[in-house]
């Protein structure tokens, strides 16, 4: 039984990783996202078109991506969902066109956000840190790479 | 079961009216929206003012239009809406940003609202007035002439009847990144109009330097031409807590007082501003936090013109608390936020009859399970509802009380 769940996971996870793919994030989605990557370290990083910050720092996440060592999840977090086509080519643009790619497609935002954290009322970015042990972190504001790579290295640590 | 009484007026969501419509879809994950109308139901927001005569006015963004329309019995029905844009224009969905409506002692009425002029959200806003009952407005016209940016523009009514337009603007920040100079934030910016339909706002002028680019403005009056502009700072270049300003004179912006030392150092976007009500001299705030000293909603209020405030009350705490409103008439006070279970959303009610000294305990006031924004209170004289626009109930018009 367990041994068909990880070969779903693995499957799923393959879909997922497709490039030029984004994956709509609705009601249980976290749960999904969670299942997808359980029992490996996993860095999942919400940032949206109409976040200032988040596009700052974009370029980064597309360096740290090439060699996290780690599963990066990349979440299009805008209350209003902006055109899949824009998202993408932003991604692109920051080299993060082979990373798995959710965007927000529920009206219902506070329930998204609840699932995902109940304290978060939706403030971009947030990096959600998911420990090869089932630990979850949020991590609100832009990003310390420095201390993301500590994180990284912790987990992958054999 | 449940720690918040239900109003005992709830049975009165039977005034909702323009409820879903075949105009309206459920959207599914992943689906292309499927509302593309320029009716309520097509809308995330609705912003509501009464005039003197009891009238409803409404103004709402969908299908690329910024709509108005009025009601003369509470909602029940609604004229036929008027576009105020022509064109099909890309109107500033922020998470705080809405179409803005205001109605002069005279009945003017005044709509605001704000486009992104290109691919790096860059505002443009613009103000569109009627002397006619509605019956017809001007062309919208920019509220100012520079085009760098300009969001969560803000226009009210004096007391003397003049229109002041407050909003966030961008020309100060590109001009200080042009010199090679840090700049975080926006400009708090302001103009006057005058009460004839023709005036256009007048000369731009900047009241603060490094505010917070991403909420909502308030705005009250002092006196006639003395308004009072609530807002979220930055102080010292990263910590994003309130402020207040009240102008000495219309060209005057008074000091600047910080509402509570939040401590909320953070280079995200809040995307929620304040709500501030004034009467008899007494300033009612209230806000969200995420900061270092506190977290949530609060409510305080100051009765030395801003310069001191309560000590932070907090609202819904542990419920998720969200989009605090405050609405104040004499010595009646109500504040209402929206709050988030894992379930549901629901609407809570505080009221206050002592100018925010003493308060009830908070009421559930309406419901939803589903998309909504954010909770507004209205008053028609004395008379106090609740306005909230939610995507599977529509637009409802709740009665929340009236001072005894």
Redesign the interface.
Known sequence: MTRFLLCLAIVFSATAAQAGEL?????G?WQELKQLHAGRPAIVHFWGL????CLTELPQWGKFASDAGVDLVMVAAD??PEPAP?LLATLAKARLDHTEAWVF???????LE?EID??W??????TVLLGRNGSTESV???TDFAQLRNWTQSQTRP | MHRYLYLPLIAATGLAAMTASAQTQH?????APACTGTGLTCS?VATPAFGRDGVLWLTWAAGGKVMVAHSDDLARNFSPPVAITKQSVRID???DARPKIAVGADGQVAVTYAVFQD?K?NGRAYLSRSTDGGASFTEPAPITADTTSQRFETAAFGPGGDLFVAWLDKRDAAAARAEGKNYPGAALAYAWAGASEKSEPGATKIAEDQTCECCRLAVAFAGPRQPIVAFRNIFDGKTRDHAVVTFADPATPGPLYRVSNDEWK???????GPSLAVAESTYHIAW?T?GQAR?GVFYARSQDGGAHFSDPMPLGAGH?P?RPFVLARGKQVWLTWKE?D?DK?SVVLLHSADAGANWGTPQLCAIT???SDHPILVNDGDRVFLSWLT?EEGYRLIPVGEPS
Not at chain 2, 27 to 31: L, P, R, S, V, Y
């Open positions: 994956r709509p994030f609705g009601k989605s109409t976040c200032g910050p209350p209003v824009s497609a529920d009206p219902y935002t506070e329930r609840y109940p304290d009322r939706g403030e971009l970015p947030l609100l504001g832009t | 959207q599914h994950a992943g689906d995330r969905n922020g998470p691919d959200y953070t280079n995200v976007c809040p995307h929620q969200f995420n977290r998720r969200e988030f894992g959303t399970r589903g998309g995507r």
